[in-house]
C-alpha cells in the first residue's frame, strides 16, 4: 500500500539554526499537509498546500516557516531560525481530494529538537 | 469553529474488558469523522472513518458510529489487547480539501 514517506525521523538542532524536513507524499496525492505535535499536546494545523501554493495556514505558521514542493514528488517544510518551542513531531500529510472528502494519510513523522 | 472535544483520560483498562471513548463535535455543515491512533514512538494511523450520519466505521474490532442527532463519534471495542495501548485521537474534516482538526486525545493503558 502506498505510504507518506519522511526524512530524517529525528533530527537535533541549535536554537537559531535553519532546518528543512522532507516529506514524500503519496503519487497521486493533490493536497499536502503539515501539523505539528509538542510532546503530550494535541496534533495541530500548520499548513496546506495545493496547486503550488499555500491554500491555508494557521497562526503557528509564521514568517519563520516556508514550504515548498521543489520537484514533483517532495513537500519539504523549513524553519528559517528554530526556536526552542519549535521541538515537536512534524507529520507530513496528503490526500487525493476530488469531490467527497477522503482519508488524509499520515507519514511517521520527523521528532525535532531545539537546544 | 470547528472543534473536537474527548474525553482526556488517561483510561486504564483490564485486558478483555469494554472500551469506550467518547467523542463530541462542533461543525459547519457534514464534516467526516475519524479515529486516528498513535502507538508508543510512532506516528498517526487512521483507524476507522465516516463520511456521513448513521455511518458506522470499523477496524481490528473497534467501532464508530457517526450519530448526527448527538453530533457524536464514539469509540468502542469490546474486548481490549495489552496491544492497544495506544493514543486514540478523534478528528473531523469538514470538506475534500480541508485540514484535519483533531481532538486532545485520550491515552489507552491496557493492562494483563
Known amino acids: 500500500e502506498p505510504e507518506v514517506t519522511q526524512t530524517p525521523s529525528h533530527q537535533v538542532t541549535q536554537m537559531g539554526q535553519e532546518v528543512i524536513l522532507r516529506c514524500v507524499p503519496i503519487s497521486n496525492h493533490l493536497y499536502f499537509y503539515w501539523y505539528r505535535q509538542i510532546l503530550g499536546q494535541k496534533v495541530e494545523f500548520l499548513v496546506s498546500f495545493y496547486n503550488n501554493e499555500i491554500s491555508e495556514k494557521s497562526e503557528i505558521f509564521d514568517d519563520q516557516f516556508s514550504v515548498e514542493r521543489p520537484d514533483g514528488s517532495n513537500f519539504t517544510l523549513k524553519i528559517r531560525s528554530t526556536k526552542l518551542e519549535d521541538s515537536a513531531m512534524y507529520f507530513c500529510?496528503?490526500?487525493?481530494?476530488?469531490?467527497?472528502?477522503?482519508?488524509?494519510?499520515f507519514g511517521p513523522g520527523t521528532r525535532l529538537l531545539v537546544l | 469553529g470547528n472543534s473536537v472535544t474527548q474525553m482526556e483520560g488517561p483510561v486504564t483498562l483490564s485486558e478483555e474488558a469494554f472500551l469506550t471513548i467518547n467523542c463530541t463535535y462542533t461543525a459547519t455543515g457534514y464534516p467526516s469523522l475519524f479515529w486516528y491512533v498513535q502507538y508508543p514512538g510512532e506516528g498517526l494511523q487512521l483507524l476507522l472513518k465516516?463520511?456521513?450520519?448513521?455511518d458506522k466505521g470499523s477496524n481490528k474490532g473497534f467501532e464508530a458510529t457517526y450519530r448526527k442527532e448527538t453530533t457524536s463519534f464514539h469509540l468502542e471495542k469490546g474486548s481490549v489487547q495489552v496491544s492497544d495501548s495506544a493514543v486514540y485521537f478523534c478528528?473531523?474534516?469538514?470538506?475534500?480539501?480541508?485540514?484535519?482538526?483533531f481532538g486532545p486525545g485520550t491515552s489507552l493503558s491496557v493492562i494483563p
Open positions: 465516516a463520511t456521513k450520519a448513521d
Open positions: 500529510a496528503s490526500r487525493v481530494a476530488q469531490g467527497v472528502v477522503e482519508t488524509q494519510y
Open positions: 478528528a473531523l474534516s469538514t470538506t475534500s480539501y480541508d485540514k484535519v482538526i
